[in-house]
């Protein structure tokens, strides 16, 4: 199955989601904005519920790390 992470499938409400993205970490301390990280990932994976799916998308998150 091929997985096409490179889709904008939010539009114009990309943008929101972002800037709502940022609010909720104003005024967290770095550990708690990563623990909000973190919660928000697991509960989109657990939305997502496809396997094959999450781990493209986590290899496509690496390649920006990786050398």
């Known amino acids: 199955m091929m997985i096409d992470l490179g889709s904008d499938r ?3 409400s990309g943008d ?3 800037a709502e993205l940022l609010q909720a970490h104003e005024g967290l301390s770095p550990e708690d904005s990563a623990r909000l990280n973190v919660r928000l990932v ?9 396997l094959d799916a999450l781990r493209a998308a986590l ?6 790390f990786e050398r």
């Open 10 to 12: 939010l539009g114009p």
């Open 16 to 18: 929101l989601f972002y």
């Open 42 to 50: 697991l509960l989109l994976a657990n939305q997502i519920g496809d």
């Open 59 to 64: 290899a496509k998150a690496k390649e920006r």
